[in-house]
């Protein structure tokens, strides 16, 4: 059986440790030379960075997360072990973890290092479909001649060279489709490397729960527990035409999946479907006056997603979430493409207004949607002739702020507050 040395990258056949180099993180799979499709996973990825850039961290269990109203938004193995997990509310991580080092999150140095471990991808192979932040899939078929080796070396020796040039350790699942290659990283992190093979796909999967599937979430699992599918083995026998009659339009890829059938290929031009920001207070707030300021912080932070991305909103999306955790999203289209932030806070503030009847909310958020190309956006025309100035003082303000800190410039909306 083909086995590699994920320490100094030998292939070889036997043994329970490494001919080369006498190491024992050794990968062994009848298919590992074959296949080409993996998944990359960045492990514990905010807390990581962090850890990387505070060694004296190492040691001790890290939340990255907001106060104690907020959530979790990434935790080291070390909180993991304790039961902390990612979006469980602060309040309740702290508990399970008193000793906790709490961080608040950093979204610009961990784009950073996001950037990084894609260019490393990138070096790999053109077909590379980001998934977030800290995930991605690559297809490195037809790559063995131009790397001179099989992608699962390849793939090794990436994960080496992103824990040496980043500082961050990731996780590798490697097999003959995408659903297999993310089902197959679950199974060893974290700094792991785990293969399904396509032939041993449906008795591998035969045993899991259903929920194992990407996309099916606790309400999809209740009911085709309901129905006598507690394990995907139970829906691997299905045929279309009886997976139809008895889990509707979406049991014949449903039964598909549970075999371990994924047709998607690796689009590195996958469209982006939405683009938002949002924050949690640290108390409950009621009133549009207090409401004003963080909705404009929030429409300044999609102003500049937006062009990160090369995209305009074509409406805005306000999101709220009273104290009982009741959802509210209001919709309202923009006259033109926009991306600039008083453009949004001035079509998401009417939406706040009407809204803010005495509730008392956790939850704000802005989104863009619809969203489209951004070489249309903030163009002007005889309702807002204005918007090409805006723009240019908006892009003077971020200059500034870019030298001279986040404080350098600030709207009197905020002043004021």
């Avoid at 960045?42 to 997360?65: H, M, N, T, W, Y």
């Avoid at 996001?114 to 977030?132: G, H, N, Y």
């Avoid at 939406?351 to 969203?371: C, K, N, S, W």
Wanted: proline residues 7%; aromatic residues 4%.
């Amino acid at each position: 059986m083909p086995a590699l040395c994920r320490d100094c990258l030998h292939l070889f056949q036997e043994g329970p440790t490494c001919r080369a180099c006498g190491g024992r993180r050794i990968v062994r799979h009848g298919e590992l030379t074959e296949l080409a499709i993996a998944h990359i996973d960045c492990d514990a990825f905010f807390a990581s960075v962090e850890k990387r850039d505070r060694p004296e961290l190492r040691a001790q269990p890290v939340i990255v997360g907001g106060g104690k109203r907020g959530v979790v938004s990434a935790c080291c193995y070390l909180a993991r072990i304790r039961g902390v997990r990612s979006a469980m509310p602060m309040f309740k991580a702290l508990s399970l973890c008193p000793d906790a080092v709490v961080i608040r999150p950093e979204m610009a140095k961990y784009a950073a290092a996001s950037r990084a471990i894609r260019a490393l991808m990138e070096d790999l192979t053109p077909l590379v479909q980001p998934l977030s932040i800290d995930e991605a899939v690559l297809d490195l078929s037809g790559t063995a001649a131009l790397h001179r080796a099989p992608p699962a070396a390849v793939l090794a020796r990436f994960a080496l060279r992103v824990e040496r040039e980043v500082g961050v350790t990731v996780s590798v699942g490697l097999a003959p489709n995408r659903l297999l290659a993310k089902l197959a990283v679950e199974r060893d992190k974290p700094r792991g490397f785990a293969v399904i093979g396509a032939a041993e796909a449906a008795s591998v999967l035969a045993g899991e729960p259903v929920s194992v599937l990407p996309g099916v979430g606790p309400v999809l699992a209740r009911r085709l527990n309901g129905l006598g599918f507690v394990t995907l083995g139970q829906l691997q026998g299905l045929s279309p035409r009886e997976a139809a009659a008895r889990l509707g339009e979406e049991g014949p890829g449903l039964a598909a999946r549970a075999r371990g059938e994924d047709g998607r290929p690796v689009d590195p031009n996958r469209e982006t479907k939405s683009i938002s920001a949002e924050t949690t207070f640290e108390a409950d707030l009621r009133g549009v006056a207090e409401l004003e300021a963080p909705l404009w912080r929030l429409c300044e932070k999609l102003a500049r997603r937006l062009k990160e991305k090369g995209f305009a909103a074509g409406g805005v999306v306000l999101k709220l979430k009273t104290a009982s955790f009741a959802l509210r999203t209001r919709h309202a289209r923009l006259p033109a493409p926009s991306r600039l932030p008083d453009t949004l806070f001035a079509a998401a503030r009417p939406l706040l207004a009407r809204e803010a009847d005495g509730t008392a909310f956790r939850l704000i958020g802005i989104g863009a949607q619809p969203l489209l190309p951004g070489a249309g956006a903030d163009l002007g025309d005889l309702v807002d002739a204005e918007a090409p100035r805006r723009a240019a003082r908006w892009e003077a303000m971020e200059k500034l702020r870019a030298r001279f800190g986040e404080a350098a410039v600030t709207r009197g909306l905020l002043a004021k507050r």
